[in-house]
């Protein structure tokens, strides 16, 4: 079987989206267990390479592996090679001498999976490279979509509110939510969003005035670099929480909030809707570890329907 | 005016019998033999008879043209000879059936004196398989500071004066410079780029860039700043050339300027004319090039205007890069594409086989039309010139690799594809510069 990587979501089709999300509900009652470990990838190496800083994605690919009883190698930038100036070909020359199954990466740079993938046997799975792509992000907000709104997520109405310029979440968002049918409008202040983005099918507005229309509402970290002297991307984080950020006094009942995390109280969201229990901010959380446990396994025993997971767990 | 330097091979005797001769600027497109006798084209003709032992040259189904001049190489020496160097540099342009070229300045250190140059033109003298001939630095160092001393540097053989790889910051250096040059009878050749908008650019800004998230180098990044160097040559009636034009709204400011009768010439290269920001897709290192590829508008906008002459020549901005340079993610990596080995491929294969441009018009474009900007006397299938000419397989394919690229480097951006037409024999300034099968 050639090796199989995901780098982006146009890796794939509506047909292995749909099977990643049913393999993530199937390893739903393993982590409701007390022990919540089943020897699915017993004896299989995964490593997880973090060039960037990450929380949530770097723990619940660790988690992941762990739950499937895969023996785990976590490395970062400081503290390796990366910093004596090796070059990444040479990490993957090296790493690969253990024969992994898979290298889960976070990089700075768009390419960087490419990269990576041309100089190792192992399958690379993308956990973030520049702005380019951050699938597992995507596939884990549709987990979260389909497990809380329902199954079918067709007609869906969807507003991505922030800066959508900088955001690999947002572009691999878009994809994934426009391959399962839903409808997607960007909002963002003008220099924030990309030229030339609503080729990919999406609206694309300036304000929120239309915000009623939307049944998820998905809100994008503002970063404090954008408003540095210079960079004219925000006036200022006031004008940007005035203009776009979300309180509970903007939205109608039944409007749901996500956010892929970290979150910046008062800038991008209000902490009345932080707070609240009707946001799906945590549930995206604990989504990620369901979602990239399917990720691992299929990506070792194939995306075909009969490969028969049912008596491995 | 001695411009152009070469190795002193043996003098060519050859009779190339039978092969397509196309020659626009000599009105000849017939099935003919060429004899070259002691690096001169003796005899034109159908049936020439083998005579005096000199080699015969089946050429039959071969196309034979007057061999090309590029305006825009990097040769990478002094600084960079791991990259490149002048006989690696002319080795790979003479597999492309160029006969001669011009190495830009910005070596390291940069060709900025009269004695940088002459130095370079002794290296060229002892090592050039082609004769090659230098641009000068605009500024000291490329710095964008201190005009370089135009005067003696032209006298010392400066082919015109570029900053290229960095553009010339200021409107007032771009009018200096436009000014002082007068001095050497030569122009000033520019890198088209507006700093403040390129700023941590990685692509053409375009709904492609837009879906990668790489970003965006807008095409107003060049077109302002041609328009800007326009307005100061037409005031200063000065000579200017554009270097690798690579968007419409360029076009349609030099069109203007032509119009206006100001002394402008424009230079395409290969890639822009043939491929599109669509490949980027892949995040192959080896696409990612200064300026970008553009969008198909702007790619169909160039071949049109490389079609009507409003853009004068084909050059190549071959610039080799170290493979553990361009072996690294895209964002990380350097930009620029070696060229000289597949240019008359690239643009044969896809714009005459795919019937966007006639031959002729191809071959003066690279050919006629940059020796005149350089000032050389244009290859021509002539008898009584100098063998300056080119026989070429046109169905012959094959595909760019380490193995097959003469250059240094082999961050071609076609690497690994195949590719139509290739070069079998080069005649430079007379000698044998390249034998497919040798």
Known sequence: MPKRDLISIADLSRADIDLLLDTAESFLPVLERDIKKVPTLRGRTIINLFWEASTRTSSSFDLAAKRLSADTLALRASGSAVEKGETLKDTAITLSAYSPDIIVMRHPSAGACQTLSANTEASVINAGDGKHQHPTQCLLDLFSMRQNLGRELDGLRVFIVGDILHSRVARSDIMGFLRLGMEVTLVAPPTLMPRGIEEMGVKVEYDLANLGDADVIYLLRIQQERIKAGANYLPSLREYAELYGMTKARLRPGQRVMHPGPINRGVEIASDIADDDENLIADQVFSGLAVRMAILYRTIVGYSDGAGHGEEL | ?438
């Open chain 2, 1 to 438: 005016m001695e411009r152009t330097w070469c190795k002193r091979l043996p003098a060519a005797d050859l009779l190339i019998k039978g092969g397509r001769v196309v020659d626009p600027q000599e009105g000849i497109d017939a099935i003919l033999d060429v004899r070259v006798h002691q690096g001169v084209v003796a005899e034109i003709g159908t049936d020439l008879a083998a005579g005096d032992g000199a080699p015969l040259v089946d050429a039959g189904e071969r196309l034979v043209l007057p061999g090309f001049v590029d305006l825009h190489t990097h040769l990478r020496a002094p600084g960079r000879e791991d990259e490149e160097d002048i006989a690696s540099g002319t080795r790979a342009a003479a597999a492309g059936g160029y006969v001669a070229v011009f190495g830009m300045a910005n070596t390291d250190p940069a060709i900025d004196t009269a004695a940088m140059l002459r130095g370079f033109a002794d290296d060229a003298s002892a090592t050039a398989l082609v004769p090659a001939g230098s641009y000068a630095a605009v500024t000291r160092g490329l710095a964008g500071q201190q005009l370089t001393e135009m005067g003696e540097l032209g006298a010392a053989g400066a082919v015109g004066f570029s900053d290229d790889g960095m553009p010339l910051a200021t409107a007032a250096l771009v009018r200096r410079a436009l000014q002082y040059v007068k001095v050497s009878g030569r122009y000033v050749a520019i890198h088209a780029q507006d700093e403040s908008l390129f700023k941590g650019g990685q692509m053409h800004e375009s709904p492609v860039s837009a879906r990668l998230g790489l970003t965006g180098i807008p095409s107003l990044c060049e077109s302002l700043d041609v328009s800007r160097a326009l307005d100061i040559a037409e005031y200063e009636d000065a000579a200017l050339h554009i270097c690798h034009v690579s968007t419409a709204a360029s076009l349609a400011a030099i069109a203007r300027a032509k119009a206006a009768g100001v002394r402008v010439t424009a230079e395409a290269t290969p890639h822009h004319l043939t491929l599109n920001d669509e490949l980027i897709e892949s995040l192959d290192p080896n696409l990612k090039m200064n300026p970008p590829l553009r969008a198909e508008s702007d790619r169909r906008a160039l071949v049109a205007a490389l079609k009507s002459g409003l853009v004068d020549c084909v050059a190549t901005d071959h610039a080799p890069h170290a493979s553990e340079e361009k072996d690294v993610p895209f964002e990380e990596a350097p930009f620029g594409c070696i060229g000289l080995e597949t240019a008359f491929s690239a643009l044969y294969g896809d714009l005459v086989v795919g019937g966007a441009l006639d031959l002729a018009t191809l071959v003066r474009r690279m050919s006629s039309a940059p020796a005149r900007i350089a000032g050389l006397e244009a290859p021509a299938v002539k008898v009584g010139a100098p063998a300056n000419l080119c026989v070429i397989d046109p169905v012959a394919a094959w595909i760019p690799s380490r193995d097959t690229l003469r250059s240094r480097s082999c961050n071609s951006a076609w690497l690994g594809k195949t590719l139509t037409a290739r070069v079998s024999l080069t005649l430079a300034a007379g000698r044998v510069a390249w034998d497919l099968n040798a």
